[in-house]
């Protein structure tokens, strides 16, 4: 189970982006994490005339290591460390300072 999930709103702790938050989009087998509007590049584009695509510079969101980014608690509008209990017979992720359920 990964610790953070498709759709959870993070803030970056390291890296050019350092304090911006943003909505995870996907996450990826190697630990890596994408994230809407962090680490943005300039990646040159080839246009192709038979599709129709335009050619250009295009600016690019890259993945960014999960290790930089942490779940916000919305409660305390911070960054939150995240741990795991079973209740019943289901694996639920909680807040560590809170105690309270991510996705209660």
Same mark, same amino acid.
């Not at 990826?28 to 584009?45: E, F, P, Y």
């Given at each position: 189970? /990964?610790?953070?999930?498709?759709?959870?709103?993070?803030?970056?702790? *390291? !890296? #050019? @982006?350092? !304090?911006?938050?943003?909505? +995870?989009?996907?996450?990826?087998? /190697?630990?890596?994490?994408?994230?809407d509007?962090?680490?943005?590049?300039?990646?040159?584009?080839?246009? /192709?005339?038979?599709?129709?695509?335009?050619?250009?510079i295009?600016?690019?969101?890259?993945?960014? @290591?999960?290790?930089?980014?942490?779940? +916000?608690?919305?409660?305390?509008?911070?960054? @939150?460390?995240? !741990?795991?209990?079973?209740?019943?017979?289901?694996?639920?992720?909680?807040?560590?300072?809170?105690? #309270? *359920?991510? @996705?209660?």
């Amino acid at each position: 189970m /990964n610790r953070l999930r498709k759709g959870d709103e993070v803030i970056v702790l *390291a !890296g #050019k @982006d350092k !304090g911006k938050r943003g909505s +995870v989009s996907s996450v990826m087998a /190697n630990g890596k994490v994408l994230v809407d509007g962090i680490n943005l590049v300039k990646k040159h584009s080839k246009g /192709n005339p038979m599709t129709g695509v335009q050619g250009g510079i295009v600016s690019k969101e890259m993945p960014i @290591d999960a290790s930089n980014v942490a779940l +916000v608690n919305p409660e305390t509008n911070k960054a @939150d460390k995240i !741990g795991y209990k079973v209740e019943g017979e289901a694996k639920i992720r909680f807040f560590k300072s809170t105690g #309270k *359920a991510v @996705d209660a």
